[in-house]
Nanobody, 128 residues
Framework: QVQLVESGGGLVQAGGSLRLSCAAS????????MGWFRQAPGKEREFVAV????????YYADSVKGRFTISRDNAKNTVSLQMNSLEAEDTAVYYC?????????????????????WGQGTQVTVSS
């Protein structure tokens, strides 16, 4: 089990950028694939991006591809989400989450149910 704490959310104008960070503790960080999800009011939690345990492989939701970049630093036990060209539709609470290497390998990393550990979330609001 790993404890996760997100930071970096806030209010930004459309077209702007934000960088979210997630600090992990209490587990073997470099054994987990790490994902970012988001949940807007009245909507289900949706997959945003995932990075493999080594950081070499990344996958994105089509809605953020080319605008968001996920990365990790295993020496610092952190995972980040750089968000550029933000749109009003990106407004949501953003969560980081940890999943197993097997989940990543079998390709089920888009499913929130495959993640065992979650942070408390950080609010991102994009004004149009």
């Amino acid at each position: 089990q790993v404890q996760l704490v997100e930071s970096g959310g806030g209010l930004v104008q459309a077209g702007g950028s934000l960088r979210l960070s997630c600090a992990a503790s209490g587990g073997t960080f470099n054994s987990y694939a790490m994902g970012w999800f988001r949940q807007a009011p009245g909507k289900e939690r949706e997959f945003v991006a995932v990075v493999s345990w080594s950081g070499r492989a990344t996958y994105y939701a089509d809605s953020v591809k080319g605008r968001f970049t996920i990365s990790r630093d295993n020496a610092k036990n952190t995972v980040s989400l750089q968000m550029n060209s933000l749109e009003a539709e990106d407004t949501a609470v953003y969560y980081c989450a940890a999943t197993t290497a097997s989940s990543f390998v079998r390709g089920t990393y888009r499913a929130a149910r495959d993640y065992n550990d979650w942070g408390q979330g950080t609010q991102v609001t994009v004004s149009s």
